[in-house]
């Protein structure tokens, strides 16, 4: 586990500056505390940050093939390199640690590129083919780990955070307006974008080829396409039980302490349910955080989970005090701009599990590959409520619901409702992104300064026409895969927990088990408006009581009543009228009245200021680095 970096020049000839691969290399520190390491060839630097996870004595990268001409560095974990090393050292290659890592040089020498396909794991990775004179990058399927890249002036550069590529010298970034406006809609920018102009993100699945100033880029994997399995709840529940099995087992590798992110809901929980087929009770531990506000907070499941278990149990209470002293120190590591608070609460319980352990398991994931979240019981609402004549629907039922009154409460019925009409009327391409966003494409064009309506809900578009999935709810899974999990929940566990040297793994990500899970009908998923079915049989009678059916709670913070209340001078000051029309690319008007109909309470805006908060911050932090400004 590790940050990666970059420089290939299109001149092989042309040397490298140790100098300047330090320079970015050292952004990331954070990723890797342990080690460092460094490679300078004609044309090409390499660089790495480590956290040591296997092999702790002999894992130092970059790695190389025997005679030197190949040479790779990965961020990750790779769970079944012990397989393709025996295959390897079967096939004559010398390898020389037990590290993970160590297998890409002499199977790339083996596949080339496609390596790829032998790899299951989570990984950013490069490979340098001196020889050919030509660079590898690759992304894990499911996009767990990160990796940037741009080029300039006769030059690819690649990292594993956005800001590092930000201190190579002569580049000078633009604001990239069009990720900005998706970042308002979508609350996160959607790979292959960023926020910066010049500066993409590889997208999961894909690997890039680099050769003489040629950049291509293509896709190595996708979900299975065509007929769904023709299989019974007994079968289906028995086969994902044993993948899931299989993926946890993956996953308990290191050679350092490991324990567990636990909530108390189902997907946290099953992950220490399986770990308790494999390990004695008193070896796991587990790791929670306890809110004061009681609407957010889930300890006491957690704790119930725990004592069912017999697992070694740590819990940390925040008070919104805590939280909110932390605000500064993320916002301030976060280089591309984020809209999901959970974030903070994330960090905090990284930093705090981080104190016993290096590795934490968790639930994430499973939402996504089991309907897990109430947009897809409001798209079967959705499909009655477009029945009702327009006049109708705008002119009684939603001007009855707007004036609800609000509630500051955790995903709260009011909040839900209003939510829900926002999109229900909708078509399919825009109707869940407006549900999961903060901005509605009317809205982004009273937020912003400049015209934000080209391309908004193109990426949605894309996944939707991509998916070639045989029912319609397993294309939306597919959309959220692409979109939400990857740019928003794992780039949100990567940097909390990275941000605190700890390594998060996600079984539920395991690729097998999400190409078995997607092919299974949507019924096993959404079932009635019962979610994650199958999850749900699949463990009611292993975790505690009640425990398998409880309502999602999310792992929010109470941002309603902060707004309100002990970040409202702040908030005001971050939203300031002379200080928007200053920074030119918002509408002071527009942001007062959203800031001013939250403040009286006659509306909740909480998505909307934070999604602004955010960016206003990321400005403060970033902005030198901007020069562009809208036109």
């Known amino acids: 586990m590790c940050g990666i970096c970059g420089i290939v020049f299109d001149d092989p000839g042309r040397e490298i500056d140790i100098s300047i691969l330090k320079k970015i290399n050292r952004t990331m520190?954070?990723?890797?505390?342990?080690?460092?390491?460094?490679?300078?060839?004609?044309?090409?630097?390499?660089?790495?940050?480590?956290?040591?996870?296997?092999?702790?004595?002999?894992?130092?990268?970059?790695?190389?093939?025997?005679?030197?001409?190949?040479?790779?560095?990965?961020?990750?974990?790779?769970?079944?390199?012990?397989?393709?090393?025996?295959?390897l050292l079967a096939g004559g290659?010398?390898?020389?640690?037990?590290?993970?890592?160590?297998?890409?040089?002499?199977?790339?020498?083996?596949?080339?590129?496609?390596?790829?396909?032998?790899?299951?794991?989570?990984?950013?990775?490069?490979?340098?083919?001196d020889k050919e004179k030509t660079l590898i990058l690759a992304r894990d399927r499911m996009g767990q780990k990160p990796l940037y890249y741009l080029y300039h002036d006769g030059a690819l550069l690649f990292a594993s955070e956005l800001k590092a590529l930000l201190e190579y010298p002569g580049f000078h970034p633009a604001l990239n307006k069009k990720a900005l406006a998706k970042y308002f809609a979508y609350e996160y920018v959607p790979a292959?974008?960023?926020?910066?102009?010049?500066?993409?993100?590889?997208?999961?699945?894909?690997?890039?080829?680099?050769?003489?100033?040629?950049?291509?880029?293509?896709?190595?994997?996708?979900?299975?396409?065509?007929?769904?399995?023709?299989?019974?709840?007994?079968?289906?529940?028995?086969?994902?039980?044993?993948?899931f099995d299989q993926s946890v087992q993956r996953r308990l590798i290191g050679d350092v302490p490991l324990g567990v992110f636990l909530s108390g809901g189902l997907d946290s929980s099953s992950v220490v349910a399986m770990i308790a087929r494999h390990r004695e009770a008193k070896e796991i531990k587990t790791f929670s955080i306890a809110f004061s506000e009681k609407s957010f907070d889930e300890s006491s499941h957690a704790r119930s989970v725990a004592r069912h278990f017999g697992t070694d149990h740590r819990e940390e209470v925040l008070s919104p005090e805590n939280l909110i002293a932390l605000f500064p120190e993320v916002t301030a590591l976060l280089d591309e701009p984020l809209g999901d608070a959970s974030i903070i609460p994330t960090y905090a319980l990284s930093r705090f599990t981080k104190k016993y352990v290096t590795i934490a398991l968790g639930g994430d994931g499973a939402d996504e590959l089991f309907a897990g979240y109430p947009t897809f019981q409001a798209e079967r609402f959705a499909n009655y409520?477009?029945?009702?004549?327009?006049?109708?629907?705008?002119?009684?039922?939603?001007?009855?619901?707007?004036?609800?009154?609000?509630?500051?409460?955790?995903?709260?019925?009011?909040?839900?409702?209003?939510?829900?009409?926002?999109?229900?009327?909708?078509?399919?391409?825009?109707?869940?992104?407006?549900?999961?966003?903060?901005?509605?494409?009317?809205?982004?064009?009273?937020?912003l300064s400049f015209n934000p309506s080209h391309g908004l809900y193109e990426d949605t578009a894309r996944h939707f026409k991509n998916s070639m999935l045989a029912s319609k709810g397993n294309r939306v899974l597919y959309s959220y895969k692409k979109l939400y999990l990857a740019d928003d929940i794992l780039t949100k566990l990567d940097r909390a927990s990275m941000w605190n040297s700890l390594e998060a793994r996600a079984p539920f990500m395991d690729h097998e088990l999400v190409e078995f899970?997607?092919?299974?009908?949507?019924?096993?998923?959404?079932?009635?408006?019962?979610?994650?079915?199958?999850?749900?049989?699949?463990?009611?009678?292993?975790?505690?009581?009640?425990?398998?059916?409880?309502?999602?709670?999310?792992?929010?913070?109470?941002?309603?009543?902060?707004?309100?209340?002990?970040i409202r001078e702040m908030t005001c000051d971050l939203l300031a009228s002379e200080k928007i029309a200053r920074e030119g690319f918002l509408n002071p008007e527009y942001v007062s009245e959203i800031l001013d109909r939250h403040l009286s309470g006659k509306e909740d805006n909480r998505k909307k200021l934070w999604t602004l908060i955010i960016f206003e911050k990321w400005l403060e932090n970033w902005g030198a680095r901007v020069f562009a400004r809208p036109e």
């Not at 065509?226 to 086969?239: F, K």
């Open 517 to 566: 899970v997607f092919r299974l009908p949507y019924t096993f998923k959404l079932r009635g408006m019962t979610m994650k079915y199958l999850l749900k049989k699949s463990f009611e009678e292993i975790l505690p009581k009640g425990i398998a059916r409880r309502s999602k709670k999310g792992f929010g913070i109470p941002l309603a009543k902060w707004i309100k209340g002990p």
């Open 29 to 87: 520190i954070h990723r890797g505390p342990d080690d460092e390491g460094y490679y300078l060839g004609k044309g090409c630097g390499l660089a790495m940050r480590r956290l040591s996870i296997i092999d702790l004595e002999g894992g130092h990268q970059p790695f190389s093939s025997e005679d030197g001409g190949i040479v790779s560095i990965c961020n990750g974990e790779l769970y079944n390199f012990r397989d393709i090393r025996s295959e």
């Open 93 to 129: 290659h010398l390898l020389k640690s037990r590290s993970d890592a160590e297998v890409l040089p002499h199977l790339y020498e083996r596949d080339g590129a496609g390596l790829v396909h032998h790899l299951k794991g989570m990984f950013a990775l490069a490979v340098w083919d």
């Open 192 to 243: 292959p974008d960023s926020i910066f102009e010049g500066i993409s993100k590889l997208e999961p699945g894909h690997l890039l080829h680099f050769k003489a100033g040629k950049i291509s880029v293509r896709r190595y994997w996708d979900l299975p396409v065509g007929e769904e399995l023709n299989i019974g709840e007994s079968e289906a529940r028995d086969r994902f039980m044993a993948l």
């Open 385 to 447: 409520y477009r029945k009702i004549p327009r006049l109708i629907r705008n002119g009684v039922i939603e001007r009855f619901i707007s004036n609800l009154p609000t509630s500051d409460e955790n995903i709260s019925l009011d909040f839900k409702i209003k939510q829900f009409i926002k999109g229900a009327g909708r078509e399919d391409i825009s109707r869940h992104a407006t549900w999961m966003g903060s901005f509605s494409e009317e809205e982004l064009k009273k937020l």
